[in-house]
């Protein structure tokens, strides 16, 4: 009786060692902390409801598809990977407002507002 727990937990054990160490868990890709595989990015999260009419009067309704886009402002590097928005295909007028940006309260009705967040993807458009 003994004999037969010691050898079922040592059967268990020899199973359990195998399980930890493959390339992918559970389908998700396996990040360690050694600095070797960066750790996955977040989606976006775009800041507030965009309607197409709304933006419309500042050209901002063309825009929406880019919603979520990686932002590249002028002579910066592509993104490796991922959809970008070059700011060399924006029409003038507009705003780039980064993350925790300071926002005047001059108000122009042809300009659209463009807003990033950390990764400089797009989380917001509106006109003024």
């Known amino acids: 009786m003994i004999i037969g727990r010691l050898t079922?937990?040592?059967?268990?054990?020899?199973?359990?060692a195998g399980c930890g160490g493959g390339p992918s868990r559970g389908g998700y890709p396996y990040v360690r902390d050694n600095g070797m595989v960066p750790a996955p990015v977040a989606?976006?999260?775009?800041?507030?409801?965009?309607?197409p009419e709304m933006l419309v009067q500042?050209?901002?309704?063309?825009?929406?598809?880019?919603?979520?886009?990686?932002?590249?402002?002028?002579?910066?590097?592509?993104p490796p990977s991922g959809?970008?928005?070059?700011?060399?295909?924006?029409?003038?007028?507009?705003?780039?407002l980064p993350p925790r940006?300071?926002?005047t309260k001059e108000f122009s009705a042809a300009r659209v507002n463009v807003e990033l967040d950390d990764q400089r993807r797009i989380i917001g458009l509106y006109c003024g």
């Open 8 to 16: 079922l937990s040592a059967l268990a054990l020899a199973l359990l």
């Open 43 to 51: 989606p976006p999260v775009i800041r507030q409801p965009v309607v």
């Open 58 to 78: 500042c050209r901002g309704h063309v825009l929406v598809p880019a919603l979520g886009m990686y932002f590249v402002a002028r002579g910066q590097d592509t």
């Open 83 to 96: 959809q970008y928005l070059r700011e060399e295909n924006l029409t003038p007028p507009y705003r780039i």
């Open 101 to 103: 940006a300071i926002i």
